[in-house]
């Protein structure tokens, strides 16, 4: 049996080598580009979200954006949407900019989209800052659904294949490796499971939730603070979270392993910059990010988000990064989603 591990807390045996920060486009021309010259005090940053309206990147850079200027951490943080493709559209953008007071939002879901878009710009072109938060996903369903129990679910696609169909984040995102993953368990092979599953992405978590309580899909899968709400509404019958333990915001929830299939998968967020930076405008924004780390207002919104605290910074975030690209590259071959 296969326990997938990605994202979580626990500490990742990786290779000596970490990230570097080479350029995947032209270097920043701003103070803090190139050299390693000590860049001026960070007062204002831009937060770029990869990915439409109403999803947990969205969530995160808001609420980055919030935190960052009521607690005078810095005088400005504008947040801008640029969806599409699993945040690798996002990703290209980024190469290109010219500022390098720049915070990008990602995680598991790009590290997987850039091994399904066959992405030309990488994460590894870029300037890793920190690991922010860790979340569980939930498989819901809607209300009236046929579906009680994860087994209902699985056993449905097993046996019917493309009628059943999942929504979720982007094509090889954390909830479509969730999704291959709950099939791998349920004995498919990665050919039965690229076959059978009938996954729809979205580039938002907002949209997700339309489709499924108009009855449009079968099921979805997301973070829990994206459908926790409509759970508690009764809008949406909630059938498994993804993590160890069951969570604080749906206590009632079995987790997947507890249903029968031996899997956790937790989805991890944080923040990038532009590749080629300084050692000092990187130091300088992750002063910035580490101050709001350590702020209540921080700790506050982790508690209504329902997110767990996952910070890492330095060589700590760069050994992880690698170690989780090399984990979900390997694991996204193991159920068919790349080659």
Known sequence: MKH????????????????TSCAGGSAPTDDGGGGDAEAAAVT??????????GGGWDQTGRALSQVLTEDDIVSSAPVTNVGGAGGTVGLAQLANEKNPKTL?????????????????????????????????????????????????????????????????????????????????????????????????????GGEAVPLLIGGKVSAGISGVGEFAQHVESGALKALAVSSEEPVEQLPDVPTITEE?????????????????????????????????????????????KGWTDAFLVGDEFDEFLTGNIEEVTATLKNIGLVQ
């Open 4 to 19: 997938a591990r990605i994202g979580v807390l626990a500490a990742i045996a990786v290779a000596a080598l970490t990230l």
């Open 44 to 53: 204002d940053v831009s937060i770029v979200v990869p990915a439409d309206p």
């Open 104 to 204: 990008m939002v990602m995680g598991l879901v790009m590290v997987g989209a850039v091994e399904t878009n066959a992405s030309a710009v990488r994460i590894e072109d870029t300037t890793p800052i920190a690991r922010l938060t860790d979340e569980p996903l939930v498989v819901v369903v809607p209300a009236d659904s046929k579906y009680d129990t994860l087994e209902d679910l699985v056993e449905d696609i097993v046996d019917n294949g493309q009628s059943v169909t999942i929504t979720g984040g982007s094509a090889g995102g954390a909830d479509h490796i969730l999704a291959g993953l709950m099939l791998e368990e349920a004995g498919l092979d990665e050919a039965a499971i690229a076959e059978k599953l009938n996954y729809t992405p979205n580039s938002g």
């Open 260 to 304: 029968g299939y031996d899997v956790v998968l937790t989805n991890w967020r944080g923040v990038i910059a532009p590749g080629g930076i300084s050692d000092g405008a990187k130091d300088e924004l992750v002063r910035v990010i580490t101050e709001l780390h350590e702020s209540a207002a921080w700790t506050e919104q982790l508690e209504t």
